[in-house]
């Protein structure tokens, strides 16, 4: 540091040496805890010395020690958000049209249990780049933490609606909805049928737009199963685990196919 004390870049090296040093399993011995003071002050330092700096990725390093410094601070770390928060403001107001800034910080509150916060933050990442897929999914993974099925799925509705021709955007709402059925066992009748036909319209989209999509050809299979045993009608219950079967033919197939191996007619493997 001595040749050119005034370039941060270095500064972010050296931070990141001394975080990568850091053992979690070691955590409380005085030697690896010092790593990540060390790293504090070398992600400040960059930090102060890449601000006025014209380095072509100056301000790039800069973000990266911001994003750096607010994962040091974090809960698997120094768990200090007095410190972690007014870093992350200091990185949103450095950059308030990037969402992934607010979904940050947005973390920090829901690891606080802060939730109302958090879903502030998670939703105004939305308000910044309503055009994102991502951001839906993001505000979906915090309504699954916060076990809030139905909000959770009404924002990977709304990130499916936003690329509609991703076929992996419609099967990840299938993937959930079999998830909370298999899992939950304290859902009721009227619910289960009700997420359950949601699950099956979804996949239905995936396969439109991927007829040879297996993943969705398999959750189809496993989602007809789940209905049937919430049917009291032998009738409709048969009919059911019968277009079960089809898919899970259709999906083995399909399978087969992307492996290069040939599936004969009626052949079930």
Do not use: C
Request: hydrophobic share 35%; no cysteine; glycine share 6%.
């Amino acid at each position: 540091m001595t040749r050119n004390p005034d370039f941060g870049l270095p500064y972010f090296y050296l931070g990141n040496s001394y975080d990568l040093q850091y053992k979690q399993n070691r955590k409380g011995e005085a030697d690896n805890d010092a790593n990540l003071t060390k790293a504090v002050e070398s992600y400040r330092t960059a930090i102060a010395k890449l601000k006025d700096s014209t380095e072509p990725r100056a301000a790039e390093f800069r973000k990266l020690s911001y994003e750096y410094l607010i994962a040091v601070y974090g809960s698997d770390k120094l768990n200090d958000f007095s410190q972690a928060e007014p870093v992350a403001k200091e990185l949103i107001a450095l950059e308030p049209n990037e969402p992934s800034n607010y979904q940050a910080l947005g973390k920090l509150y829901e690891d606080q249990g802060q939730y109302e916060e958090a879903e502030a933050m998670f939703r105004k990442a939305i308000e910044i780049k309503p055009n994102d897929p991502g951001t839906y999914q993001l505000l979906a993974g915090f309504y699954n933490r916060q076990g809030k099925f139905e909000e959770t799925m009404e924002a990977f509705r709304q990130r499916a609606n936003m690329e509609p021709n991703n076929p992996e955007a419609w099967h990840s709402m299938g993937g959930y909805v079999y998830e909370k059925i298999f899992k939950d066992k304290t859902v009721s009748r009227d619910n289960a049928l009700k997420y359950l036909a949601m699950g099956i319209e979804a996949e239905d989209k995936a396969i439109a737009l991927n007829a040879d999509y297996v993943e969705a050809l398999t959750f189809k299979n496993l989602l007809l199963r789940l209905q049937a045993n919430y049917e009291r009608n032998r009738a409709t219950q048969e009919q059911l685990l019968a277009e079960a079967d089809k898919y899970l033919s259709r999906a083995k197939a399909a399978q087969a196919k992307q492996a290069g191996a040939p599936v004969q007619a009626g052949q079930k493997k």
